[in-house]
């Protein structure tokens, strides 16, 4: 049988503990949501996802060269510094579900933040890219995500300038000539066992205090 409060002033108190650690719980879960796209610097640690969504739209200006010639993708980060250092930086590319290709970068020697992929049987051999599946990226139709994390360290960057450059390469050793036609968001995210960790000791911590409450 439930105990009733042995008073008004006890009852009040009581709502305002069970009502400041629910505010709790909600800051907490919400707070892990991510960081949108900005103007504004961001930090990616272990544990940490950036991922970036890209759409490949058509090329109607008249001039350059259409998406069906696209045979390189290149992340960037332009604007960047580490924290800490970084022992390496991975990027997955995908088409919706579907993982096209893992690409590794070794950082240590405190080298520039990037990953690469290429079109099977492209020319683009700088960056050491990691070959895939670019039919749907060169037809438009690909639900495009990079997911990029690193080993270890913290690495602090502007949004706005966080790039997934796609373009074409004419021949062995050239850089990627851009098509500047794409539309992209990024954010930042735990990564799925950070975030569940979080939720269960943010879970049994108000579990407690509810109890503690009751008491």
């Not at 919400?30 to 930090?43: E, Q, W």
């Not at 604007?79 to 893992?102: C, E, K, M, R």
Request: charged share 15%; hydrophobic share 40%.
């Amino acid at each position: 049988m439930n105990r009733l409060p042995r008073s008004a002033e006890e009852y009040m108190s009581n709502r305002r503990l069970k009502t400041l650690a629910c505010f709790g719980i909600f800051v907490i879960l919400f707070g892990f949501i991510g960081v949108r796209n900005n103007a504004r610097a961001a930090t990616l640690s272990s544990g940490q996802k950036l991922i970036t969504s890209f759409q490949i739209l058509p090329n109607n200006s008249g001039t350059g060269f259409g998406s069906e010639q696209i045979n390189g993708l290149l992340t960037d980060f332009f604007v960047y510094q580490y924290v800490q250092p970084i022992g390496s930086i991975t990027a997955s590319l995908f088409d919706g579900p579907s993982l096209l290709g893992t690409h590794t970068v070794d950082l240590s020697g405190n080298d520039f933040p990037y990953n690469a992929f290429s079109a099977f049987g492209s020319q683009l051999s700088l960056f050491s890219p990691t070959p895939a599946n670019f039919g749907r990226i060169q037809n438009r139709t690909i639900d495009g995500r990079v997911e990029i994390s690193i080993d270890s360290g913290v690495l602090e960057f502007d949004l706005q300038f966080h790039r997934v450059n796609v373009g074409r390469s004419i021949s062995q050793g050239s850089g990627l000539e851009s098509y500047p036609w794409v539309r992209q968001s990024s954010v930042i995210v735990p990564e799925p066992a950070q975030l569940l960790a979080s939720i269960v000791v943010a879970a049994l911590t108000l579990v407690k205090r509810l109890r503690d409450v009751g008491a």
